[in-house]
């Protein structure tokens, strides 16, 4: 009998983002991180919620592979990763848009940089933007779109790339309160369409409670893992009656219990 190895198989659930042992020191001296290890489970959507400064940015800068770490690896489906990838898209605080180029070449920008042509980026790129619901504005440029607006071209940008990944750091935190509620909503009915890995990363313990499967809670820093919790929230049900089902208050509480002690 032979044991050869088996590709496993892509389920969700499985972890696609391994961090091992990651730490990091900036030049200057400025201990971000401390050991941090997490697995980030495919399909799913995971948040890295924890005080401002405490290194979550930093975190999710080293899984995008846009600065390296001091110590520790990132695997992603299995491969460490050494540098940027077009499996892992991110989605900025501050949108990053190109302010010179109207909506539709930024969604299509990711495919433009990998050489697709012209007719078929715009296609896939015209889909995307009226996905998210933006459909006519594809010819404004970002400083006639509001905050909310802005963000969802992010967002489409992110899609249009198709990457498994979307690393998203604090995506909703400088649009009002009825903007984020309505864009929580629909991302999470259009990650879960597309069936994305979501690595989210929030201050807000609520914004976590609503749209996590897993909430990985960072301690002060330089950062560590506190703790990990899964609320027992069934996703897929009215999104609306998240935030009135019990476990979502249960969960809210025992964030801030936890955090309150790591606070201190
Ligand atoms: N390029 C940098 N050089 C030196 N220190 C930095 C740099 N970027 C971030 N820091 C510091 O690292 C710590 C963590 O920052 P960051 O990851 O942005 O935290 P968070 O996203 O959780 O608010 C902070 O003290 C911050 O000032
Ligand atoms: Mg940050």
């Given at each position: 009998?032979?044991?050869?190895?088996?590709?496993?198989?892509?389920?969700?659930?499985?972890?696609?983002?391994?961090?091992?042992?990651?730490s990091k020191i900036y030049a200057g001296g400025v201990e971000a991180l401390n050991d941090i290890s997490l697995e980030v489970p495919r399909?799913?959507?995971?948040?890295?919620?924890?005080p401002s400064g405490c290194g979550k940015t930093t975190l999710l800068k080293i899984i995008a592979g846009l600065i390296p770490a001091t110590s520790g690896e990132v695997l992603v489906s299995g491969r460490p990763v050494t540098g940027p990838g077009p499996d892992r898209a991110f989605v900025f605080q501050d949108f990053a848009l190109m302010p010179?180029?109207?909506?539709?070449?930024?969604?299509?920008?990711?495919?433009?940089?990998?050489?697709?042509?012209?007719?078929?980026?715009?296609?896939?790129?015209?889909?995307?933007i009226a996905e998210v619901g933006l459909a006519g504005f594809e010819d404004r440029h970002p400083h006639e779109l509001s905050g909310g607006m802005r963000q969802r071209v992010g967002l489409a940008r992110a899609l249009a790339v198709d990457a498994d990944v979307l690393l998203m750091d604090e995506p909703?935190?400088?649009?009002?309160?009825?903007t984020r509620r309505k864009f929580q909503e629909d991302m999470l009915g259009l990650l879960?369409?597309?069936?994305?890995?979501?690595?989210?990363v929030t201050h807000s313990i609520e914004e976590a409670v609503y749209l996590s499967d897993?909430?990985?809670?960072?301690s002060r820093r330089p950062s560590r893992v506190a703790q990990v919790i899964e609320p027992?929230?069934?996703?897929?049900?009215?999104?609306?009656?998240?935030?009135?089902?019990?476990?979502?208050?249960?969960?809210?509480?025992?964030?801030?219990?936890?955090?309150?002690?790591?606070?201190?």
């Open positions: 009998m032979t044991t050869a190895r088996r590709e496993r198989p892509a389920e969700t659930g499985t972890p696609i983002i391994e961090v091992r042992a990651i399909g799913k959507l995971t948040t890295l919620l924890g010179w180029a109207s909506v539709l070449r930024n969604v299509a920008f990711g495919l433009e940089l990998r050489g697709v042509s012209r007719s078929e980026r715009d296609e896939v790129a015209r889909r995307h909703f935190s400088s649009v009002d309160e009825q879960s369409a597309h069936g994305k890995t979501v690595l989210f897993r909430i990985v809670l960072l027992e929230i069934r996703r897929g049900d009215d999104p609306e009656a998240i935030r009135r089902h019990p476990a979502y208050l249960d969960t809210v509480e025992t964030i801030w219990q936890g955090l309150k002690r790591y606070l201190d």
